[in-house]
């Protein structure tokens, strides 16, 4: 038994519980051994089992353990086998859409005995769903754009959790005693936001194709189809999709090129190597006269055709590829460069951290300065703040930066809610007393595309407002963006000095990268905002900066390589002289 079919099915088993009604806790019992099997990816428990090293896995307890000893012995979990006798499979595929958790669900099948995805979608239309006690009418609407988003998604994964499939895949593939080097390749090298399958490339001793074939026939895989000459296709028994490319060594560096895409790079450069004489396909590269070219690596490939190496992150559109020719590719962002973040939350409003834990964390970053923004009070679901709240804070924030001496500085922010009017939540007196305001959407977000265009220029219009958050509204793989002009909106913020951030959450990853060349264009300064409810949330930023190269940006482009003094100028600089 692979750990991958184990973790598998302890998932499975947890989400039946949530549907079925039973203890939450339990369910999460079941999920957290499952993944601390992710973990260990190994084809065979049973010596895991035996040592008792298995158990010693944190989250791993005696009943997950006794599921994992019968699979190990059985193959089988009569545990699941029970579960699914007593629930309809189809119910899992619901726990997928926004505002349904396991106990609404279960209520949705006592209530109207909606079994599937297309039950619920005629119910919601029928009228019925919206006579159930808990769901009105826009939790309807929620719903049915939820399913319409689902099925659009299919099976994709946001960008941490396909990386980290994508590491552990890698992993058991370079083990191969006949691969001499594994890449990982795709989307997922790219850091593209979201990602359909993996994709990893192996070079060989050997027969390439013996080494797919041991892939395509090992434990926990569903089903396996070639792709081509060079890739095999394998699906998992959790729904994982690899393609895997296997070649002869002397071919991997052209071969994790080709796999890393996108199609149009790949196009792009084999074009540029046709005009320079040279023929550029699957089975490498070729001089004039249809010799092979020896290529060690990536760079040495780009070398080659008279062109700077490009990285991954930048291979999408083709014009990347006439920037490197023109020798006018941009210096990237790096993450060292920058000094601080804004977009942080305490246990003020709903973070999970006080102000010194969040400035500490920030401080073991190496940064030097951070910004506190939690909720305004007209957020009142997140514990938004009201004004003697705030001055408490600030009164805080004081008291902790005397101790720092000037090595570090705490900025007093608040994230105010952008009224449906477009005025910024608090009057004018508080909002001159915090060092910076993020401007966010938070409610209204059907109101159409030139109401809410209109409310957002509007904010963008205040002298107060800093940095206009999250501006498209979007939760990858579960809302789309509200309807908004973006360019006006991004024109609006360079004519008035406002940035726009790049929220890091890897749910929204919004400012969208694709707008980031108009931003940049534009002369916009972005603001990479962790969105953190946690010390832990502070890690978003680097996913931030990843996002930043593949829109091209620059140190210069993003404030959070200023330091404290400059954060503060740019904040302050539209205010009258005596608010500044």
Same mark, same amino acid.
């Given at each position: 038994m692979d750990s991958r079919t184990a973790a598998h099915v302890l998932s499975r088993i947890a989400a039946l519980l949530e549907l079925s009604g039973a203890n939450t806790f339990r369910a999460r019992a079941y999920e957290g051994a499952a993944q601390a099997l992710r973990s260990i990816d190994t084809d065979d428990l049973a010596p895991l089992l035996a040592s008792g090293e298995l158990a010693k896995l944190p989250g791993v307890g005696p009943a997950t353990l006794g599921v994992v000893r019968e699979l190990v012995e059985t193959g089988e979990s009569a545990y699941l086998e029970r579960l699914r006798a007593s629930i309809p499979e189809g119910l899992l595929e619901l726990l997928r859409l926004p505002r349904l958790g396991g106990a609404k669900i279960h209520a949705l099948h006592e209530a109207l005995g909606i079994t599937s995805l297309d039950d619920l979608e005629r119910e919601a239309l029928s009228g019925a769903l919206a006579k159930v006690k808990g769901f009105g009418p826009k939790t309807v609407e929620a719903i049915l754009k939820g399913i319409a988003g689902l099925r659009a998604a299919g099976d994709r994964m946001r960008i941490p959790a396909a990386t980290a499939e994508a590491i552990r895949i890698r992993a058991a593939v370079a083990a191969h005693p006949d691969v001499v080097r594994? @890449?990982? /390749? @795709?989307?997922? $090298? &790219?850091?593209? !936001?979201?990602? +359909?399958?993996?994709?990893?490339?192996? +070079?060989?001793? =050997?027969?390439?194709? /013996?080494? &797919? =074939?041991?892939? #395509? &026939?090992?434990? =926990?895989? $569903? $089903? #396996?189809? !070639?792709?081509? #000459?060079? *890739?095999? *296709?394998?699906?998992?028994?959790? =729904? *994982?999709?690899?393609?895997?490319?296997?070649?002869?060594?002397? $071919?991997?560096?052209? /071969?994790?090129? &080709?796999? *890393? @895409?996108?199609?149009?790079?790949?196009a792009a450069v084999a074009g540029h190597a046709a005009r320079g004489g040279f023929a550029l396909g699957a089975d490498g590269l070729r001089d004039a006269a249809g010799r092979p070219v020896a290529v060690a690596d990536e760079p040495s490939l780009y070398a080659a055709l008279g062109l700077p190496f490009i990285v991954p992150e930048l291979r999408e559109t083709g014009e990347e590829v006439s920037a490197a020719a023109a020798g006018v590719l941009p210096e990237l962002l790096r993450d060292e460069q920058l000094r601080g973040v804004l977009h942080c939350h305490t246990r003020y409003s709903d973070g999970r951290a006080s102000v010194a834990e969040m400035a500490a964390a920030a401080r073991e970053r190496g940064w030097g300065w951070i910004g506190i923004s939690d909720h305004s009070q007209a957020a009142f679901y997140a514990g938004g703040l009201k004004p003697d709240e705030v001055r408490r804070q600030h009164d805080e924030i004081d008291a902790l930066n005397a101790t720092f001496g000037g090595a570090f500085t705490i900025l007093k922010g608040i994230e105010a809610d952008i009224l449906a009017d477009g005025r910024l939540d608090y009057d004018a007196g508080l909002l001159d007393s915090f060092d910076f305001v993020i401007g966010s959407i938070h409610s209204r977000f059907a109101m159409g595309e030139p109401a809410m265009t209109e409310r957002v220029l509007r904010a963008l219009d205040d002298p107060h407002l800093t940095v206009l958050a999250h501006p498209t509204g979007r939760l990858l793989l579960s809302r789309d963006p509200y309807g908004i002009d973006i360019d006006a909106v991004l024109e609006k913020a360079a004519e008035r000095g406002v940035a726009v951030e790049l929220n890091a959450d890897p749910h929204r990853l919004d400012l969208d990268w694709r707008h980031l060349h108009a931003a940049k264009r534009l002369g916009v300064t972005i603001a990479i905002g962790p969105d953190a409810h946690s010390t832990r949330g502070l890690d978003n930023t680097m996913l931030g900066v990843v996002m930043a190269r593949k829109g091209w940006l620059e140190g210069a482009d993003v404030l959070n390589t200023r330091d404290v003094a400059g954060v503060r100028e740019f904040a302050r600089h539209g205010l009258p002289e005596g608010a500044r």
């Open positions: 594994a @890449g990982i /390749a @795709g989307s997922v $090298r &790219r850091s593209v !936001e979201t990602v +359909g399958d993996i994709d990893v490339v192996a +070079g060989c001793r =050997g027969d390439p194709a /013996a080494v &797919r =074939g041991s892939f #395509a &026939r090992a434990p =926990g895989v $569903r $089903r #396996a189809t !070639e792709k081509d #000459a060079d *890739t095999t *296709t394998i699906t998992y028994v959790d =729904g *994982t999709c690899l393609d895997l490319c296997c070649v002869s060594d002397d $071919r991997f560096a052209t /071969a994790l090129w &080709r796999m *890393t @895409g996108s199609d149009a790079h790949v």
